[in-house]
């Protein structure tokens, strides 16, 4: 039976304190580094499923530190080294209060919302008479807040982020322009695996006065992406995409009657559900990356993780 890492509790070598967000666990050494380990647990609608995905952490962690590489040149980022399939070892930074969301097309809770009537999101103006899975002629960018752990992020204009101050305006331009060029990169990345970056979400933050991509990207769980052969006769024939994203888990969520409001119920995670969420993300993984994924060993995770990252410290 393969194991899924859903808890870590380390105390690595001038350790100060550790977060504990949805998926990941990120470890404070000496105000100085940070140590990013992917677990295998998995969110949808902003709540933690009950039951951990083998391999989700690696394959996540390992397509995050590949475009952090290849969009090294647009903008600083944060990774310095991942001494773990699971982790990511960089700079701290004090992380901006809201995520830059930008999508490509109209899909996902922009669609719902659209569909019932919505015609602005996040103050960008959306015009009548689209259709579901359509290109925007240009993509847009619609901001959320960065919501504490169990809160859910909220949509916020660009107008509303520079007038609570969450954000200054000299800075708000920069996140806007790296946002552009990141997306333009992912997309053109993608079109080279034949797929379409559908949309996705990027973080950053700051640190003696520079600006850094942090956390994790164009990842399926940050990413929706299409397959790009098929696109337009699935569009015309109002057909559904066939897509690589964590969406497969919503729609799997909603059809057992789950959308993570008040009183409802996580359906039960079988171990043929886990087994079959494990096996989509390694077809994600490997059509993302256009490489073959190599199952690490699921025994004694925390022991080479701990193993591997405090060899990593010593050697700074």
């Not at 579901?132 to 752990?149: D, G, L, S, V």
């Not at 996140?175 to 997309?187: Q, S």
Request: glycine share 8%.
């Amino acid at each position: 039976m393969k194991k899924a890492l859903v808890e870590t509790d380390f105390n690595f070598p001038k350790q100060k304190g550790v977060y504990h967000g949805k998926v990941r666990d990120v470890y404070n050494i000496n105000d100085e580094l940070l140590v990013m380990v992917a677990t295998d647990r998995i969110s949808a609608f902003d709540v933690v499923l009950p039951e951990g995905i083998p391999y989700k952490g690696q394959m996540l962690n390992q397509i995050a530190a590949g475009f952090l590489d290849a969009t090294a040149d647009i903008c600083p980022n944060w990774k310095l080294a991942s001494p773990d399939p699971m982790v990511t070892v960089g700079v701290q930074c004090e992380g901006f209060p809201v995520e830059m969301i930008v999508r490509g097309y109209l899909c996902g809770s922009a669609w719902r919302a659209y569909k019932s009537g919505v015609r602005e999101i996040c103050g960008v103006k959306i015009p009548d008479g689209m259709r579901e899975n359509q290109r925007f002629p240009e993509p847009i960018i619609t901001p959320t807040t960065k919501a504490a752990i169990g809160m859910h992020d909220e949509d916020i204009s660009k107008e509303e982020i520079l007038q609570q101050g969450l954000v200054s305006a000299a800075d708000y331009e920069v996140l806007e322009k790296y946002t552009t060029a990141l997306f333009k990169r992912g997309t053109e990345i993608a079109a080279k695996r034949g797929l379409i970056l559908v949309d996705t979400k990027y973080e950053f933050g700051h640190r003696d006065g520079k600006i850094y991509l942090i956390d994790e990207i164009h990842t399926p769980d940050s990413s929706r992406y299409f397959y790009a052969e098929g696109y337009e006769e699935r569009f015309n024939k109002n057909e559904a995409q066939k897509q690589l994203s964590k969406e497969f888990v919503r729609e799997w969520l909603m059809e057992n009657g789950f959308q993570g409001k008040e009183g409802q119920q996580v359906p039960e995670m079988t171990p043929a559900i886990v087994e079959g969420i494990s096996e989509r993300y390694i077809e994600l993984f490997e059509h993302i990356t256009g490489e073959p994924f190599e199952r690490g060993n699921t025994e004694n995770l925390l022991n080479r993780i701990e193993r591997n990252v405090t060899a990593y410290l010593a050697s700074r």
